[in-house]
């Protein structure tokens, strides 16, 4: 029917550890995408999550607050977290009724930061899963703090995290180095950028583990650890420096070919002339994939997007 409202909506989940950015590039991304002229909703759900720099659709702190369960039943933060997820699994018809006005949205999840919601606790899972059911179309975007690159032995377990998230979420999957604009403070990295990104021979990781008289004892734990993750040959990372368009962009390009999103051609324009202004030269955006003119357009032709650093990575 001419003039009907769209049903199928598109977005991102934003996971990943605590301190890797979510919070920030939830405000970045909305940002850039609402300079291509996309209705961006942001949408909180950590109930932790206090003080939003972002405007907020939604906010599961409507429903259940942090403070207010481990009040009222003695928890922890960690077993208040979970119960809150658990209570807002129970209640999802209350998020659908704050979802479905905003179904001509791009959505963006700010989710909560505790690492077993996403490797084997399922109440995080069945609220994707059932957002599917809804014909929401999700990318999980798992965010990873790039100072883990300059230590061998936390990277080994940054794999194998996200690997277990992975395979925990089943959502369509974009993994990215967060913060890559603070790496040069962490350290030097003991190979190039590439090895990290792309995941290549573990095996070095290995040797250069070996120097080290602690970890030397549990090199076969490392090995097999290292073999596992080879053997799926799945993770691989996008660096991110949320205050660069270039960078966002990339990670964007990512996430639109994950969820299947298609732009229109004003959309289109709208980047090239963006990303032109940011580059100081012509940008064809020929190699991302592109064409439905149903998507929403911009309004005004304003991009509405602020030059230079954006803000801070928190």
Known sequence: MAGAA???????????PPGSGKTTYCLGMSEFLRALGRRVAVVNLDPANEGLPYECAVDVGELVGLSDVMDALRLGPNGGLLYCMEYLEA??????AKLDPLRGHYFLFDCPGQVELCTHHGALRSIFSQMAQWDLRLT?????????CTDPAKFISVLCTSL????????????????????????????????????????????HLASDPFF???RQLNEKLVQLIE????????PLNIQDKESIQQVLQAVDKANGYCFGVQEQRSLEAMMSAAMGADFHFSSYPCSLASQPQPRGGDLGFRSGHIYPCR
């Open 231 to 238: 053997d799926y040959s799945l993770v691989s990372f996008i």
């Open 140 to 148: 999980a975007v798992h965010l990873v703090d790039s100072h883990y």
């Open 91 to 96: 209640n999802l018809d209350w998020l659908r």
């Open 164 to 207: 277990a998230t992975m395979l925990h979420v089943e959502l369509p999957h974009v993994n990215v180095l967060s913060k890559m604009d603070l790496i040069e403070h962490y350290g030097k990295l003991a190979f190039n950028l590439d090895y990290y990104t792309e995941v290549l021979d573990l095996s070095y990781l290995l040797d």
């Open 216 to 218: 030397r004892h549990y």
């Open 6 to 16: 769209p049903t199928t909506a598109f977005g991102q989940v934003v996971i990943g």
